[in-house]
T-cell receptor, first 113, second 111 residues
């Protein structure tokens, strides 16, 4: 079936370095992608989104890249801070699937001081 | 701003008992979702709704039921609780193809 998956279950980075979290998706009809951050004991929080008519979108210290050719999504975090330590999920959605919002398995980001 | 509210926050059930997890949103969102998250895992979609009176199965619907009689409320029903349903349950709502807002979760233990 259709799925959204991640390459790396855990990513450890030095404080101040840039982080890159990857995600592969399989539904070529997906037209909306979202990155969420989940801190321990809390619900997922929206970070940034991108629609399929774009290949890059920037926020505050975060950038999402979308490569539709290889169905790949990435989240880049600049100057990673201790407060960025969390689990990050990508999610996909599409009008074709009646907005059935599907999540990937997640990547845990650990920031070393 | 209330956003998405889930009750209860914690619950312990005995095997075979039933319960309803409540979810309400005050943002007039059409789309609502129920997910479960097992320890160290991602979110699996249980059921979702695209509007009042309309519900559909997600990835893991077995053992659960939902209803959507109003725009605001989307309760999740467990009829015969099993240990495999021990998990954290999240409700979310969304307006069209935009970001989904999540509740704080219900931690359920079935013993």
């Amino acid at each position: 079936g259709e799925s959204v998956g991640l390459h790396l279950p855990t990513l450890s980075v030095q404080e101040g370095d840039n982080s890159i979290i990857n995600c592969a998706y399989s539904n070529s009809a997906s037209d909306y992608f979202i990155w969420y951050k989940q801190e321990s004991g809390k619900g997922p929080q929206f970070i940034i989104d991108i629609r399929s008519n774009m290949d890059k979108r920037q926020g505050q210290r975060v950038t999402v890249l979308l490569n539709k050719t290889v169905k790949h999504l990435s989240l880049q975090i600049a100057a990673t801070q201790p407060g960025d330590s969390a689990v990050y999920f990508c999610a996909e959605n599409s009008m074709d699937s009646s907005y059935k919002l599907i999540f990937g398995s997640g990547t845990r980001l650990l920031v070393r001081p | 701003n209330a956003g998405v509210t889930q009750t209860p926050k914690f619950r312990i059930l005995k095997i075979g008992q039933s319960m309803t997890l409540q979810c309400t949103q005050d943002m007039n969102h059409n789309y609502m979702y129920w997910y479960r998250q097992d320890p160290g895992m991602g979110l699996k979609l249980i059921y979702y709704s695209v509007g009042a009176g309309i519900t559909d199965k997600g990835e893991v619907p077995n053992g659960y039921n939902v209803s959507r009689s109003t725009t605001e409320d989307f309760p999740l029903r467990l009829e015969l609780a099993a240990p495999s349903q021990t998990s954290v349950y999240f409700c979310a709502s969304m307006k069209g193809n935009t970001e989904a807002f999540f509740g704080q979760g219900t931690r359920l233990t079935v013993v």
